[in-house]
């Protein structure tokens, strides 16, 4: 078994499942985990995923070298327009954010700042449909593990179209996401019990559910 130590998180990584484990070695829930748990219809196809974690590779590699990755020049220009216009600069690519209180973890895709203002967003970019309420929850969990003074969140799409020709243009796709002050709530049963509901974690982590 391969464990990968994060220093920033105290947690560590297992490479042969991607699973994400806590420094007295139980498993912790990732953000996707927390969030599909109520999304029972929530369907994502293999194809889609390949596609997206490609695109996720070519942009991480231009985001730390600035080189543009051969068959992504029209995802990578989107991504750069939508820098340009709105005047943000990338501050932390793929950083593991942690939640300790609410026993999740994620890596959100980027930190960016503002230029003119010197705030701070969550940039989660986005290959397909830029679902709200799906990508709105995921950008809150993010926002409540990071140690950051977030002031923004956006899903970015940068899933080029097709034009007349067959030809893919960039077409940049932007959503703005309100915050979320809670990600779970709980209900008190008659032992006195708490039972969170909404945003949970799998059946599988309830006993490790605790806060503050």
Same mark, same amino acid.
């Given at each position: 078994?391969?464990?990968?130590?994060?220093?920033?998180?105290?947690?560590?990584?297992?490479?042969? !499942?991607?699973?994400?484990?806590?420094?007295?070695?139980?498993?912790?829930?990732?953000?996707?985990?927390?969030?599909?748990? *109520?999304?029972?219809?929530?369907?994502?196809?293999?194809?889609?995923?390949?596609?997206?974690?490609?695109?996720?590779?070519?942009?991480?590699?231009?985001?730390?070298?600035?080189?543009?990755?051969?068959?992504?020049?029209?995802?990578?220009?989107?991504?750069? !327009?939508?820098? !340009?216009?709105?005047?943000?600069?990338?501050?932390?690519?793929?950083?593991?954010?942690?939640?300790?209180? $609410?026993?999740?973890?994620?890596?959100?895709?980027?930190? $960016?700042?503002?230029?003119?203002?010197?705030?701070?967003?969550?940039?989660?970019?986005?290959?397909?449909?830029?679902?709200?309420?799906?990508?709105?929850?995921?950008?809150?969990?993010?926002?409540?593990?990071?140690?950051?003074?977030?002031?923004?969140?956006? $899903?970015?799409?940068? *899933?080029?179209?097709?034009?007349?020709?067959?030809?893919?243009?960039?077409?940049?796709?932007?959503?703005?996401?309100?915050?979320?002050?809670?990600?779970?709530?709980?209900?008190?049963?008659?032992?006195?019990?708490?039972?969170?509901?909404?945003?949970?974690?799998?059946?599988?982590?309830?006993?490790?559910?605790? !806060?503050?």
């Amino acid at each position: 078994m391969s464990l990968l130590f994060n220093q920033a998180t105290q947690t560590y990584f297992r490479e042969e !499942d991607h699973t994400y484990w806590s420094s007295d070695l139980k498993q912790i829930p990732g953000v996707s985990t927390i969030i599909r748990y *109520n999304e029972p219809n929530f369907v994502k196809s293999t194809g889609a995923d390949i596609h997206g974690s490609n695109v996720h590779k070519a942009l991480h590699i231009y985001d730390m070298t600035g080189e543009v990755q051969k068959g992504y020049e029209v995802e990578t220009a989107i991504w750069v !327009d939508f820098l !340009d216009k709105e005047q943000y600069e990338v501050v932390k690519v793929e950083l593991i954010v942690f939640n300790p209180s $609410l026993w999740y973890i994620g890596t959100l895709d980027r930190i $960016l700042r503002h230029k003119p203002t010197g705030r701070l967003a969550i940039g989660d970019i986005k290959t397909g449909y830029l679902d709200r309420e799906h990508g709105g929850k995921q950008l809150n969990a993010y926002r409540l593990a990071s140690h950051e003074p977030i002031e923004e969140l956006f $899903l970015i799409g940068v *899933n080029p179209k097709l034009n007349k020709k067959g030809w893919r243009k960039s077409v940049l796709a932007l959503a703005e996401i309100p915050f979320m002050e809670k990600l779970y709530e709980y209900t008190v049963d008659q032992s006195g019990l708490r039972k969170p509901h909404g945003l949970r974690v799998n059946t599988m982590y309830q006993e490790d559910i605790h !806060d503050n």
